[in-house]
């Protein structure tokens, strides 16, 4: 084995921290977009709304049957084919477009059961002193929802993180995709992927604090 | 003054409330008592469009409503006339005890949230529990949560108040203060349609007592006629198994 070249190491911390924000842009733009896709989607499942419940239930049933770098090429490549107005689709949106219908799909689905999950007893409750479904949804239903989805949605969230790597694939210069041009060219691969991966995981492991944090503060909220 | 004509519920074949007359003054107490499955429920659940009747018209207050051609805007006013308290109290478990009474006030009357809550307030103290203001629902009794199921009905200031088996889920501990209260309610001479196997509350507060069964009205009358003379058997078949059960 080697000895670690932990200079090399040292210097490639601040350069591929330069592209530590551009990962975690395609990751907050996806993920805000995923959710309002996603209680869209739920929100449809819940009401059974015609035609939009059978077209949400084939688009879910695609985009978690089906991985996402499949999903990526698909739109990297794909689209750009079959509209020929898109001549080219750059890689970024792509991957927004990607990790938004990719995890809508599995996010739709814990926001669906969340929904469901509360006691059908308080929308009876609620439309019995005259509210309408709209002041249902929004005073009673979705807060008591979003408090239980928090915990997985906000898995979700480091879940994409971690995806947005596959973006260079697509020619992104994000963090992995900085950290494989400068692997190959200095050939120390294992000192760059380290330092990339400490990275992420020093990210997921910020996040996962503060979802300990919120999720004491929300077990708090109803029970005194 | 509720007036039912011809009430009818169906669930696909199978009728539920076979054409239901019942008429019931401002500030009477109206207790139904009958047979499990026999449409009690459905019958309060019809009257508040939490079920959608199959046929009938419904009059409470100066709104009388066809059910076949009731509009939103009819339903939503119906609604607001007829409070409802459940058997499983159906409290809004992210909301507290105030904001549970509060919330039709906010949001169905628009009132401002200042007066809201002091309306709120008022009620609060009337249900003896002033102190629970704050309080969310998970840590409060059966007995606690389900006055403020009544409190939430109140609120309303609901032409009547429908209550469905209101104590039936409750630990017996807590049976008296909830009966107590509704005693209360009853002297206040709040328009009530109650539900219950609480034969003895039947007896000494209500004004007259229905016996359903089959999803017809089978006998109706003061509660001395219905529980020491009942003329038709069905009553007296079920009244002799319940008090066997219940006493009074
Ligand atoms: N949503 C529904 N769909 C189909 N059938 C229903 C529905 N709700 C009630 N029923 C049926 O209607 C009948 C009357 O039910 P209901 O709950 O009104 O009876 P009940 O008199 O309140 O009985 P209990 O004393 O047990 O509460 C029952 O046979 C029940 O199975
Ligand atoms: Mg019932």
């Known amino acids: ?224 | 003054m509720i007036e039912l004509k011809g009430l009818r519920k169906q669930f696909g074949e199978a009728v539920v409330l076979d054409g239901i007359d019942l008429t019931i003054k401002k500030g009477e107490i109206v207790v139904i008592i009958g047979p499990s499955g026999t449409g009690k429920s459905t019958l309060l659940r019809c009257v508040n469009f939490l079920e959608q009747p199959t046929a009938g018209e419904i009059t409470v207050g100066d709104l009388t409503v066809d059910v076949n051609r009731a509009r939103k805007a009819d339903i939503l006013e119906l609604r607001r006339q007829t409070a409802f308290v459940f058997q499983n109290y159906a409290l809004f478990a992210n909301k507290t005890a105030l904001e549970n009474i509060a919330e039709r006030l906010l949001v169905v009357d628009r009132w401002p949230k200042a007066k809201a809550h002091e309306r709120a307030r008022e009620i609060l103290r009337r249900i003896g529990l002033e102190d629970k203001a704050d309080a969310y629902p998970a840590s409060m009794s059966g007995g606690q949560q389900q006055r403020v199921g009544i409190g939430r009905a109140m609120a309303a200031g609901a032409e009547v108040i429908l209550f469905d088996e209101p104590t039936s889920s409750l630990d017996p501990e807590w049976v008296d203060e909830v009966l107590s209260l509704m005693k209360q309610l009853a002297r206040e001479r709040q328009t009530m349609l109650l539900v219950t196997h609480e034969m003895s509350f039947a007896r000494d507060v209500a004004d007259r007592v229905i016996f359903i069964d089959g999803g017809r009205i089978v006998e109706q009358g003061p509660p001395s006629e219905i529980f020491y003379h009942p003329r038709d058997p069905r009553t007296r078949d079920f009244l002799q198994k319940i008090l066997a059960t219940h006493q009074v």
């Open chain 1, 1 to 224: 084995m080697g000895a670690l070249d932990v200079d090399y190491m040292l210097g490639l911390v601040p350069v591929l921290l330069g592209y530590l924000p551009l990962t975690l842009q395609l990751a907050s733009v996806g993920m805000v977009l995923a959710l309002i896709l996603a209680c869209l989607f739920a929100v449809i499942r819940v009401l059974r709304i015609p035609v939009l419940n059978q077209f949400t239930i084939i688009f879910i049933s695609f985009f978690r049957g089906t991985p996402l770098l499949v999903q990526l090429f698909l739109f990297y490549y794909g689209l750009p084919q079959l509209f020929s107005a898109l001549t080219v689709i750059d890689g970024i949106t792509a991957t927004i477009m990607g990790l938004t219908m990719h995890f809508s799909a599995y996010m739709a689905e814990s926001i669906r059961a969340a929904i469901v999950g509360v006691d059908r007893s308080q929308t009876e409750a609620a439309l019995s002193i005259g509210m309408t479904n709209g002041q249902l949804m929004r005073r009673i239903i979705l807060p008591q929802a979003t408090r239980v989805a928090l915990p997985t949605l906000m898995n979700y969230f480091i879940d994409m993180i971690k995806a947005t790597s596959l973006a260079f694939t697509l020619g992104v210069t994000e963090l992995m995709g900085a950290t494989q041009k400068e692997a190959s060219g200095s050939f120390l691969y294992f000192e760059a992927f380290i330092v990339a991966a400490v990275m992420y995981w020093i990210v997921v492991e910020m996040l996962s604090w503060l979802q300990g944090n919120l999720e004491t503060r929300l077990n708090k909220a109803y029970s005194r």
